[in-house]
Structures are given as C-alpha cells and as structure tokens.
C-alpha cells in the first residue's frame, strides 16, 4: 500500500479503550498543526483511558522540540494522573515502528523539561504503564522519561516482540536531579537490545 504521510499530531484524551492502526504511516512536520501551544509529540496520549495501538507495515513517528516521539506523560500540567496503559502491538515482526525523539523527551514516555507551549509546565516527566506485545519497534531517544522527568514504571516488553532502543530503557534525572525510579518486565520470546548511541532525545541530554 501507498505510504501516507500525516502533517500534525495526534491526541489522545482516553477515559475508555482506544484503539488506534497505523499502517504504512508517517507523521511528521507538527508545526503544520499549529502544536506550539500544545507540545510537538506524534501521538500524545492523556488519561485514565487504555489506548492499544496496532501497527501494520513500516512507520515513522517523529516527535519535536522537548515532546516525546510517542508520548506519555504520568501526569498532566494540572498535577492530574495519567493513569492508563499504552499498549503497542503487531501481528509479527515484519511489522515495523520507527520512533524519534528530537532534543529533550523520550522516543515513548515523558517529555523533557522545558517552557514551550501553553499546555505544558515546563517540567520534564515520568512515565508509565506501557507494554510492547510484538512487531518491531525502534526508538532513536529513550523508551521511558524524557530528560529530568524521573521514572519509568511498569515498562513491559513481552510477546515476539523485538525493540532496538537507541538511548536506553527506564527512568532519567527526576526531582532535585536525583535518579528516577525504573521498573521494567521483559518475557516470552521479546528480544531486546537497549544502547546509549542515541544522538537526540532524553538518553543525549542526561
């Protein structure tokens, strides 16, 4: 199929099951969607609500600024949880997600810190409740919080699911530049390799 290519972001604001594909996808260029005033991430996913992305073929998610390629953040600017899981599948290997992340989030989690955007609070955050459940899923940045955003937990990667990671997996500087707390599963047949190689996003700013 003919690759599509979407100018913008998505958003997500899920109090129930979404579910999303993305077959054969790009989104990239976010300043077309006039995203200045609400973070530059591909996908921001917000709420209490499940949101289960499928993936079919090969896709690119860029994401810009201090925004997360994909992004999850714990919590809103209000101080309100984010409570609900991502989850992130496909039905083989042959199926491909390429994240990037661009100078201070995550490639999937937590923004970086840093003022830009009137929805934002300039905070760096943590982030939570993700699983990968197969497909292949590349990440330049980090899978987890973005740059002083503190922790990562409940990061599950399992299934056939095979992640290259460029810039690590887990929880960065979080409050008073201490070490964030990280959890992460990995079971079935998953099969990954997590590097520091990354030259943009979370993992390159500290």
Known sequence: GEKSEIRGIIQIFANTLVKLKLKDATI???????TNTRGMAA?????SGNVEI???GN????????SAGIQKND?????????????????NTDQTLNVIADVRGAAIGGNGYGSYGD?????????????INGGTVNTQGRIGSGCYGGAAENIVITGDAVVNANGGIGGGDGEEYEGG????????NAKVTATDKAETGAKFYG
């Open 28 to 34: 990239d260029q976010p300043n077309a969607a006039d």
């Open 119 to 131: 929805n934002t609070d300039g905070n760096g955050h943590g982030t939570k409740n993700i699983e």
């Open 59 to 66: 896709n690119t998610l860029n994401g810009y600024g201090n």
């Open 43 to 47: 996908i921001d996913i917000q709420g």
């Open 75 to 91: 919590k809103e600017p209000n101080g309100k949880e984010n409570t609900g899981k991502l989850t992130i599948t496909a039905e």
């Open 54 to 56: 499928k993936v079919e």
């Open 181 to 188: 707390k990280t959890s992460i599963t990995i079971s079935g």
